[in-house]
């Protein structure tokens, strides 16, 4: 492991060295070179982009390897500030053109964001050159995201690490365990560049990973989500041998006595009758009727 990193910020090459001799070649006969030996490569990182993120793309030498990354994500139905859906389609892709020779890969998630799906495209790609041993070979990581850049140029990822992984608002950083591999791969390369070019304009590399990435994404049709976003109803089935439907049981009636019906006419006529007859008159003027027809002795 080199014993100092030696940043040139200005010079024939801006980029980060690991001896003074490949340092002197970029500073030497170059007016208003600025460069400056490390401890830490971090510390190289932050003086990079002390003062401002370069927002043009370093000149680089011929035989450099390039590295392009890019992520993407396709957010449906959403609007500006909703969350990503579960199964909304993100992809990553990189790169590698070497001599000529082009090495490239991408892979794809449901319910992830773009910024994640960006940081994934530089972790995968540094880690097919770690794979190839070419990490030690002057290499030039082209990126179109500053979310990824900043954070390895302005030493937001150092100051991350410092802080157990928060932000100077004590929040914890997102996209935390590809940030943590990102930080653990950066060290393992001794000529390693950032430099910025715009998305979607004429940059050929970065149109390439872009058009990968977009390919991965339409090849997720159909596939399912993590988690569905709306549960859809379930119907059960029964087979004929798992359900026998019982017998209905038979429902006895209490018996009940049986009420005579009763002549409504023939009670109020009686009840009429007894109202109006006196029973005691009746009698004795029956009797006087009878003496008359001389069945009593006089």
Known sequence: ?????????????????????????????????????????????????????????T????????????????NHGNKLGQHVKKDDKAAWAYLIINKGHKVFDSDGALGATNNKMEVLGLVNGLKKLIQSELQNEEIDAILDSKYVLDAVTKGW?????????????????KNLAEFKELDQLLPQFSKLSFSWTKGHATNEGNNFVD????????????KTPISPVKESPVTITYMESDYQPKPKSKVTK??????????????????????????DKS???IEKSLRDLGFFDK
């Open 157 to 173: 990822l150092n100051s991350w690490k410092r802080r157990g992984w928060k932000k100077s608002d004590g929040t914890v950083i």
């Open 254 to 279: 209490p018996k009940t006595k049986e009420i005579p019906k009763v002549n409504t006419e023939d009670k109020a006529e009686k009840e009429t009758v007894s109202k109006y007859i006196d029973t």
């Open 1 to 57: 492991m080199a014993n100092k990193f030696y940043a040139v910020k200005k010079g024939k090459k801006p980029g980060i060295y690991t001896t003074w001799s490949d340092c002197q070649k970029q500073v030497n006969g170059f007016s208003g070179a600025q460069y400056k030996s490390f401890k830490t490569k971090n510390e190289a990182f932050v003086y990079m982009g002390e003062k401002t993120a370069s927002t043009k793309r």
């Open 211 to 222: 058009q990968l990435l977009n390919e991965t994404m339409d090849k997720m049709e159909g």
């Open 59 to 74: 000149s680089v030498s011929s035989n450099a390897i390039q590295l392009f990354s890019d992520g993407g994500s396709r």
């Open 283 to 285: 009698v004795s003027d």
